[in-house]
């Protein structure tokens, strides 16, 4: 069974910076594109970055030029390192693979807050 872990978030006053971390487990980590989720109320959960095998990242435009998205295919983990936070990235985020998901296998995710 894969399962995937967050961890990192908090609360965090605007333009205040987060790492996020994710576990991985299950799964043959050397292989699959990874993406980072987030879901705010009210709204769809949404992919903010992926990164794949060799380090090819995407990132939606909103948060482009904030956000980082990075792998350790060692120690099976994905990072979204977030910059510049702003009220507007509050939400629960998540990871999971990407685009195809493991539908079953979202984690408990990690909150973030951005509030002054």
């Known amino acids: 069974q894969v399962q995937f872990v967050e961890s990192g978030g908090g609360l965090v006053q605007p333009g205040g910076s987060l790492t996020l971390s994710c576990a991985v487990s299950g799964s043959i980590f050397s292989f699959p594109t990874m993406g980072w989720y987030r879901q705010a109320p009210g709204k769809q959960r949404e992919l903010v970055a992926s990164?794949?095998?060799?380090?090819?990242?995407d990132i939606i435009n909103s948060v482009k030029g904030r956000f980082t998205i990075s792998r350790d295919n060692g120690k099976k983990m994905v990072y979204l390192q977030m910059n510049s936070l702003q009220s507007e990235d509050t939400g629960v985020y998540y990871c999971?693979?990407?685009?195809?998901?493991?539908?079953?296998?979202w984690g408990q995710g990690t909150q973030v807050t951005v509030s002054s």
């Open positions: 999971n693979r990407a685009p195809i998901l493991v539908v079953n296998g």
């Open positions: 990164i794949n095998y060799g380090g090819g990242t």
